[in-house]
């Protein structure tokens, strides 16, 4: 009872942790919405301040889009100017209210953003680019040649402003209040379950699908978001500036869009709407320089990505957290970790069951026809010489690759067609030969994407975030609950494979698939992998395991299954198998002995 | 027909200058697995080389071409050290970053050094060109054709029939194993980026008599080139050659027949199409990631 009181009231330490930093945050909101107001300013000011506001907007959708999902987009400026003309055409042609044209105008931008993200987000990276840069191109051309709708190169005057916010201080203030609710939003995104799907996207997109990520989701909502953002920032623009031509939302403002958000830090909103306005001031400032201001700003940006590629406040970021290390959390009064578990009763049935795989890449069979039962309640051993398909078929398994042809049935439906994110969501949980973890995260965010999973039934009946106790649990089961706050990169390899074990039981798998546990390990690090085996097994989770080390499958194995040339050679209780002649001579040749393979 | 002919001849010069640019593109990326967002600011450069060298100084015109080379080649070199190097062991977007951070240097660079004024450069050849039944035969457009095909004779002789060139593409295949074998991978990495630098310059020396040349210039031949090396198939030598020249006819073509102020929307079309349609592009395979 005294242990949940204490894990109480440091949950109530960390929730007023930020509730103090959200007061802050509504407090300096609040003082620069009054001091926009009541401030006389000339002019010139207040445009600038006008325009860092309404551009901060459209770069927090890059905060989103590059910032957290890892994705580029060099078309900003066309979702921008989607909603500037939004506004301008909506007040001035059609005679529709401000707030109608920026509903219509935003919505236009994101549901560009969301067409251009479902046709083109499978392909990412340089495609992406060029997409975004096609899409902008042509936008403008549209802009500036659709003269009857458009006005053309002219530009749309006398855009008005809404009823109320009329004067230049008013509408200010309205674009401030505007921008630091978007802000609020946007770093509140970070932390949810949408938040993490995206992050875990950006930092390994294959490990975020097997984990149970529809990353292709995730991506076209954010993009969706970012247009959207993109579009409401525009939209305001367009009212305070009151004219607008197509130059203003060509490529090269893309690319200071771009700009603005890297220069400050793209993962941080602070950063973004930082860096928004320093890119503004800074002409201002150098106005020195004159003409060669440009060519200094383009290798700024060089110099930015080789000595601080998170930007000024990621950079910040790392050495706040070097001077003040993340406290631990307090795992006292932390309920063990439940897992998945088939009443005894029932009796062993058939969890997987895998009928005639085969996968080829082109003439190579890498799996050639497999036949395999992982019964509940077992650790079953896969096991064969280097090349024998082993891999292959583990990943056939999870969905990374489609099989060439035959069945894969688990907990009696058919998933042969799923992808890694629906298998998931029945239950399957795997790791990594080579780890993949979610880099740029935490160690408990990385295990509460595991925990996120679809289907994944976690509510205890407790007060708080059931996610995160889940993802403790899971900590506290292979040991580093105390290391919850690090950073991944920081832990030891040995302690990576376990967080990438324990983002997997967080996910509460009917079946755990683990691609060589032990590989890289030293025998310290083994051994404990093998309590930790046995412990899983003693809790009756079915285990489906590869390695070569074949002491550590004698230990912890149920039952083997040998394959050798993509073909299954074997398959029964380890004793039996390690002395079948045919597994023998496919792991050392012909030889007379009878001895068990030792690797 | 003759307008289609000639059409036909006008869209295979100028594609020729897209495959040039693409090539480039290509050959970077195979090597490094970068997209070189500058890569049409080398065109740029190699155009202003020619007008200060052979209009400003007075040049011969073969010699300017020549020091333009040495000029070209050079500048990939420092590129490669300035933009790429330092960067070498990031993920792509760093590195596309600043690339594009090298592209405004460049260009605004070149403008506060040569101001905004666009320059004209002559065709290395009197003569006009010639008529053959109803297609006009441009000398220019001979010439670019003619130096594309050169260029291309060369590069497959180079890839294929000498140890340089063989040291480059394993480098561009495998970059460990290569090195484990003794191949500088650093070298072949900046001797790509040189090659790669004279072939912008090329492609800007033979486009400055059609167009005029400005700083921006290079940007939209560049966007051109990379859309033509993803219908060629991303990664691909022949499909970059093939891309820029069919993106050079489509354009011809669409401005012709469909509408002129639109004709650099129809480059971007296309390439929506393919990405939508056929993402590997004309050549290119499928390629997934391994676990």
């Not at chain 1, 058919?414 to 880099?439: D, S, V, W, Y």
């Not at chain 2, 670019?144 to 497959?156: C, S, W």
Request: glycine letters at 12%; hydrophobic letters at 50%.
């Amino acid at each position: 009872m005294s242990e949940l009181a204490s894990t109480t009231v440091t949950k109530k330490r960390v929730k007023g942790k930020v509730a103090a930093g959200s007061v802050i945050y509504l407090l300096v909101a609040l003082a620069a919405i009054f001091l926009a107001l009541h401030t006389s300013m000339p002019a010139y000011t207040r445009n600038l301040l006008m325009q860092t506001s309404t551009y901060a907007i459209a770069v927090l959708g890059l905060t989103i889009v590059l910032g957290y999902t890892g994705q580029i987009n060099l078309g900003q400026a066309a979702f921008f100017g989607l909603g500037a003309y939004g506004v301008a055409l909506g007040t001035t042609s059609f005679g529709l209210s401000f707030g109608t044209s920026l509903l219509l105008g935003t919505g236009i931008a994101a549901l560009a953003g969301a067409a251009l993200g479902l046709t083109t987000l499978r392909l990412g990276g340089h495609y992406l680019a060029m997409v975004t840069i096609s899409f902008q191109t042509i936008l403008s051309l549209v802009l500036t040649n659709w003269i009857s709708l458009t006005h053309g190169p002219d530009g749309v005057p006398s855009i008005p402003r809404p009823v109320r916010f009329q004067g230049g201080n008013a509408y200010l203030a309205l674009c401030i209040a505007v921008l630091a609710v978007v802000a609020y939003l946007v770093w509140w995104l970070r932390r949810t379950k949408l938040g993490r799907a995206l992050q875990a996207t950006r930092d390994n997109e294959l490990a975020a699908g097997v984990v149970g990520v529809d990353t292709f989701q995730s991506k076209v909502i954010a993009f969706a978001l970012s247009a959207l953002l993109g579009g409401l920032g525009g939209g305001f623009f367009a009212g305070g500036f009151a004219y607008i031509s197509p130059d203003q939302f060509s490529f090269n403002e893309s690319v200071v869009f771009l700009t603005m958000a890297l220069l400050g830090g793209c993962r941080l909103p602070v950063g973004t709407v930082f860096g928004t306005g320093l890119l503004i001031m800074l002409p201002e400032w150098l106005r020195f320089l004159k003409i060669i201001y440009l060519a200094v700003y383009g290798g700024a940006v060089i110099l930015i990505m080789v000595f601080m590629p998170d930007g000024i406040f990621g950079y910040l970021a790392v050495l706040w957290r070097r001077l003040r290390p993340a406290a631990a959390i307090d795992t006292a009064g932390l309920a063990p970790l439940r897992l998945s578990q088939q009443a005894a009763s029932e009796g062993a049935r058939t969890l997987l069951k895998v009928t005639e795989l085969t996968k080829h890449f082109g003439g190579v069979k890498a799996v050639d026809g497999v036949d395999m039962a992982v019964q509940s309640n077992t650790v079953h051993a896969l096991i064969g010489p280097n090349g024998s398909g082993k891999t292959t078929l583990l990943n056939v398994l999870s969905g990374i690759y489609r099989p060439t042809g035959g069945r894969v049935e688990f907990d009696g439906s058919e998933i042969t067609q799923l992808k890694p994110f629906q298998r998931a969501g029945h239950g399957l949980g795997r790791t990594f030969q080579n780890i993949r973890l979610f880099g740029d995260m935490n160690v408990l965010d990385n295990v509460r994407v595991g925990a996120d999973r679809p289907g994944n039934v976690i509510e205890d009946g407790l007060a708080g975030d059931p996610v995160e106790r889940r993802a403790l649990a899971a900590l506290e089961f292979v040991g580093l609950a105390n290391r919850a706050q690090e950073a991944v990169g920081s832990l030891s390899y040995g302690h990576q494979r376990l967080v990438e074990i324990a983002r997997a039981l967080a996910g509460n798998p009917k079946l755990l698939l683990l691609d060589e546990p032990g590989a890289g390990l030293n025998h310290v690090e083994k051994d404990a992998l093998v309590a930790l085996l046995q412990r899983l097994k003693e809790h009756g989770l079915t285990v489906l395991i590869i390695d070569h080390d074949m002491r550590l499958v004698e230990q912890v194995a149920d039952r083997i299954t040998v394959l050798n040339f993509g073909r299954h050679i074997a398959d029964g209780i380890p004793a039996e198998v390690l002395r079948n002649p045919d597994v023998i001579v496919a792991y050392l040749g012909k030889v007379n002995t009878n001895a068990a393979p030792r690797a | 027909m003759g307008i289609a002919l000639q059409l036909l001849f006008t869209g295979l010069g100028i594609g020729s200058i897209y495959a040039l640019v693409a090539l480039g593109f290509v050959l970077i990326f195979r090597a490094t697995n970068v997209v070189n967002f500058a890569q049409g600011d080398f065109a740029m450069l190699g155009a202003f080389a020619m007008v200060i060298l052979a209009v400003e100084l007075g040049f011969s015109y073969w010699l300017s071409i020549l020091i333009t080379v040495v000029i070209m080649a050079a500048f990939g070199a420092l590129f490669n050290l300035g933009v790429y190097y330092p960067l070498r062991n990031r993920t792509f977007l760093p590195v596309i970053i600043s690339t594009i951070g090298a592209s405004i240097l460049l260009e605004n660079g070149m403008l506060a050094a040569h101001g905004p004024q666009p320059q004209s450069l002559p065709s290395l050849f009197d003569s006009p060109g010639f008529s053959l039944g109803p297609v006009f035969f441009d000398t220019q457009y001979l010439v670019i054709l003619a130096v594309t095909l050169a260029m291309v004779v060369f590069q497959y002789l180079l890839f294929e029939r000498t140890l340089l060139g063989k040291k480059m593409q394993a480098t561009s295949q495998d970059k460990e194993m290569a090195s484990m074998l003794g191949i500088p991978v650093a070298w072949m990495i900046m001797i790509t980026f040189m090659y790669s630098s004279v072939l912008g310059g090329l492609a800007g020396i033979l486009v400055a008599p059609i167009l005029f040349v400005s700083v921006g210039m290079g940007s939209s031949i560049a966007l051109k080139a990379f859309a033509a090396s993803i219908i060629g198939g991303f990664g691909d030598v022949s499909g970059a050659i093939v891309g820029g020249l069919t993106l050079g006819v489509v354009e011809t073509f669409g401005a012709a027949y469909i509408s002129v102020p639109y004709k650099d929307a129809f480059a971007f079309l296309v390439l929506l199409i393919f990405l939508l349609f056929r993402p590997q592009g004309l050549f290119g395979e499928k390629v997934g990631e391994k676990a």
